[in-house]
């Protein structure tokens, strides 16, 4: 396994500070930001006989949520802070 990937063990520690209340949601593809209800954990074994845990949104109709709120988006760095163009002075009538 890559040091890169969460393990199971990585995940519970970083869960453990969270309000255990909380229903727990999935941030899908980066260029088109969607909220997904997760639904089931799956243990398997991968190609290489490695123990693999998948976590899988639902499959009922409402399972995506729709767009993620901006602010995790820009916490997961998919997309930067937006901020509304400078106001360009109002023109008036004659040109003036």
Wanted: negative net charge; glycine residues 8%.
């Amino acid at each position: 396994m890559t040091s890169s990937e969460l393990t199971v063990g990585d995940l519970i520690d970083l869960l453990s500070g969270c309000n255990r209340n909380a229903p727990v949601r999935q941030a899908m593809n980066p260029f088109f930001p969607m909220a997904h209800r997760l639904a089931q954990v799956v243990q398997s074994v991968d190609e290489t006989s490695q123990t693999v845990v998948y976590l899988a949104e639902g499959s009922d109709d409402d399972a995506q949520l729709g767009h993620l709120p901006p602010e995790v988006a820009i916490a997961l760095t998919w997309q930067g802070p937006v901020q509304a163009p400078p106001r360009r002075p109002r023109r008036r009538a004659g040109g003036n």
